[in-house]
């Protein structure tokens, strides 16, 4: 699966930013995966942040984005949203979006299809 994400760039303490996610491949059945974001400051590991199936049931991994992110995705247009409120600095990171067929319970940073990245900074 092919993983494009963009919406990334410079925000200001306290801003939003949505980023978008646009998936494909060969008889790729978008609404089968697990869609996932997640995050990766220099220096530390990845960090997984919020996921969400086909039915739009979503799932948090980092409790520090409880209340500020959310997910979404469009089924039709293979693509997947994370909305992102009350940005602090720090949010900065580059964020990646994954896909894992079926219902995520094995997503991690070693299993699953994961984009270029998109960096978000946040700085006055």
């Known amino acids: 699966v092919h993983l494009v994400e963009s919406g990334g760039g410079l925000v200001q303490p306290g801003g939003s930013l949505r980023l978008s996610c646009v998936a494909s491949?060969?008889?790729?059945?978008?609404?089968?995966?697990?869609m996932g974001w997640a995050r990766q400051v220099p220096g530390k590991g990845l960090e997984r942040l919020i996921g969400?199936?086909?039915?739009?049931?979503?799932?948090y991994y980092e409790d520090a984005v409880k209340g500020r992110f959310t997910i979404s995705r469009d089924n039709a247009k293979n693509t997947v949203y994370l909305q992102m409120n009350s940005l602090s600095p720090e949010d900065t990171a580059v964020y990646y979006c994954s896909a894992v067929l079926g219902d995520g319970s094995n997503w991690s940073a070693d299993f699953g299809s994961w984009g270029q990245g998109t960096q978000v900074t946040v700085s006055s």
């Open positions: 491949a060969s008889g790729f059945a978008f609404s089968s995966y697990f």
């Open positions: 969400i199936i086909s039915d739009g049931t979503t799932y």
